[in-house]
């Protein structure tokens, strides 16, 4: 989200709606988020969302050569 959309809730009923249709089917069991420790806003609407923490993972990023840790989040359907 752009910083003039946050603190409106549309991250929130976004993510609630792809959650709501992606549990409509019942190939998908367990739904996933890679999100940056230091993003305070994203960790608590998946908390919100229901996921838990799942670890963390660290990600390669090519255009640096660095591996920065990232927090596994998942959501069981």
Known sequence: ???QWRGTGLAEASCRAALAWL???REVT???A???PDNHASL???NRLGFHDA???SKHQ???GNS???RRLALEF
């Open 30 to 32: 367990v739904v996933e």
């Open 44 to 46: 608590a609407l998946a």
């Open 62 to 64: 090519p255009d640096t």
């Open 1 to 3: 989200m752009g910083p």
């Open 34 to 36: 890679i999100v940056d």
């Open 23 to 25: 549990g409509t089917t």
């Open 68 to 70: 920065v840790q990232r």
């Open 55 to 57: 670890g963390s993972i």
